[in-house]
């Protein structure tokens, strides 16, 4: 489907919204200058519009099936790939050591982002690559990572990532896949997995299993928790791959969307596994993955409505229906422009607030800063969950913008919806990011909750002067925040935390889409588009803050009034 990379909307926030100026002002980024960056994003752009978008609608139609043991994927993902491996968008951010570019996370989520409204069924792949790669680079041997790290960066090779398995999701803690020692210092894993995304596929030589297992004795829970390199394929003597290791893909799940993923249930009968990370230490090695990964799905989420967005203004700026003013057509009637603005301006929001989380990371990476580390803990949830649930209110939008035609699947705008649901889900569901903010995120008392608020009321006076009404708005809605912020602090019952997570998240996301709304209008001047969209959120988007607060302040209590057997029919 036709598709424009917002390459410019993108330079914009790396140079007045979301601070990128501090990253490229470290020494470890300082040869990631502006021409530099604005070179990669414009190409990787070039190569999302015209090798990747046109893949869309036949990942969805012709997609990827499992015949003799081997995943067959979508005519012309074979292609696709290799432009994204030759291009480096795998190693982007990538240790320079062995093969990586070096270049700043915010850089490498906006390539990310375009390949996700291109086809977000083969981005997929990289995405999970690029976990795999940040959590060789933390925690495996000097050995495996010789072996692995330039073969996963090239493109060579690429990665998945196994935790679940039919019993234990999101409770990893209760999984039963064992690894055995064996005498040569590696271990025989033995156990099945599911929901394993790009577990298999016909274009790269290997694929690269980390495996979550339990060892003999090990501890229950997550404690007793170890992780292991298992390759589809054993590396031979010059690091090739070489025989098939034993595994096998059992099947592949019938999926609402993303269909031209294949999302594979793996079968481990005594394959030979590298331990990476030490013993019972797999959920340090898995979470730095996770983390990685989290970011990831956010940007796939604003990805999505990008792509959503497009394709709703193109059918708009088509359709003529009942009497319109200008060019006739419905992109004129005042609810179809309110629905199309409110797309494009929540779209704008979650995408700095991923942007401004890449930086916190890349910060954090280059200085060791303890502020800039709580910072980026801070946003990741938030860009998680708010990217990913942004992503599927921006798609249903766009259904609804083309009337029945949108409920009519050859016209492309379903698929956004279908595509983009389980991104809410998996990588932790956005309850488990909402709960993961009021509680581990607000664990140090707020205080780097109250950093970023005091930073956003500073901004917000700062832009008194040309933005008044705009800048009260988000400084009283930060206020209003900090309020909810002390009450979360001060329950000591995390059940009172946890009932209010989710509209405490939202409200913080909502507050934060208003920070760096004004923060583009101020960059501006005091008119222009980037204005109008500032205008539009703040005043008809940000007010839902206050019943989202009011939400997270109601406590756990009126959950529970009703009992179960009140719930039931």
């Not at 976990?131 to 330039?150: C, M, R, T, V, W």
């Not at 210092?185 to 979550?212: E, M, P, R």
Request: a negative charge; glycine letters at 10%.
């Amino acid at each position: 489907m036709p598709y424009t990379a917002p390459t410019r909307d993108f330079m914009y926030l790396l140079d007045h919204v979301v601070n990128f100026e501090t990253v490229t002002r470290t020494d470890a980024f300082a040869e990631a200058t502006r021409d530099v960056c604005e070179a990669i994003v414009t190409e990787a752009g070039r190569v999302c519009e015209e090798v990747l978008a046109p893949l869309q609608r036949d990942g969805d139609t012709k997609p990827a099936f499992l015949e003799n043991g081997v995943v067959r994927t979508t005519p012309g993902f074979a292609e696709a790939y290799r432009a994204i491996a030759e291009g480096g968008y795998i190693g982007m951010s990538a240790e320079p050591e062995f093969g990586g570019l070096g270049l700043p996370l915010a850089v490498t989520t906006t390539v990310n982002e375009m390949m996700s409204s291109a086809c977000l069924a083969l981005q997929l792949n990289p995405l999970m690559t690029q976990g795999q790669i940040e959590a060789l680079e933390n925690h495996a041997s000097d050995e495996l990572k010789a072996l692995y790290l330039p073969k996963l960066i090239s493109g060579e090779w690429c990665g998945t990532m196994n935790l679940t398995e039919p019993q234990a999701g999101s409770d990893v803690g209760a999984l039963s896949t064992r690894a055995v020692p064996n005498d040569d210092g590696t271990y025989a894993v033995t156990g099945q997995k599911i929901y394993i995304s790009w577990g298999d596929n016909d274009f790269t030589d290997n694929v690269c299993h980390l495996v979550l297992a339990r060892l003999p004795d090990a501890a229950p829970g997550t404690r007793g928790i170890s992780l292991f390199m298992v390759p589809k394929r054993l590396p031979d003597e010059n690091g090739d791959a070489g025989v098939a290791n034993d595994m096998k893909v059992v099947s592949l799940e019938e999926k609402m969307g993303l269909h031209g993923s294949p999302t594979c249930v793996m079968q481990y009968d005594g394959a030979k596994g590298w331990l990476v990370g030490g013993q019972n230490k797999g959920m340090a090695a898995m979470f730095t993955m996770m983390n990685n990964a989290r970011l990831g799905v956010g940007v796939q989420g604003v990805g999505v409505a990008e792509g959503a967005y497009q394709h709703a203004l193109a059918y708009a700026l088509e359709r003529k229906q009942g009497k319109a003013d200008g060019t006739g057509t419905i992109v004129e009637h005042p609810d179809v422009r309110r629905m199309l603005t409110g797309m494009k301006a929540d779209t704008m929001a979650a995408r700095a607030i991923a942007l401004s989380c890449a930086v916190a990371i890349d910060m954090s990476n280059a200085t060791g800063d303890a502020e800039w580390t709580a910072r980026a803990a801070l946003l990741t949830p938030i860009a998680k969950a708010f990217g990913t649930e942004t992503g599927i209110a921006v798609a249903n939008e766009g259904v609804q913008v083309h009337g029945g035609m949108g409920f009519i699947e050859e016209m492309g705008a379903a698929q956004y919806l279908r595509d983009v649901r389980v991104t809410a889900i998996y990588e932790g569901t956005n309850g488990i990011q909402a709960m993961d903010l009021v509680g581990r995120k607000l664990s140090d008392g707020g205080e780097a909750a109250y950093r970023l608020l005091d930073e956003i009321e500073k901004d917000a006076e700062a832009a008194r002067n040309g933005h008044g009404e705009l800048a009260q708005a988000v400084w009283s809605a930060a206020e209003a925040l900090r309020e909810t912020t002390e009450w979360l602090v001060a329950q000591d019952e995390m059940q009172a935390r946890f009932a209010g997570a989710v509209p405490y998240l939202k409200a913080f996301a909502r507050v934060l889409g208003g920070h760096f709304h004004l923060r583009a209008a101020l960059a501006e001047g005091t008119a222009g588009r980037r204005t109008a969209l500032a205008r539009f959120y703040i005043e008809r988007l940000l007010p839902e803050h206050a019943g989202l607060l009011a939400h997270a302040r109601a406590g756990a209590e009126g959950l529970y009034e009703m009992g179960v057997e009140d719930l039931a029919v």
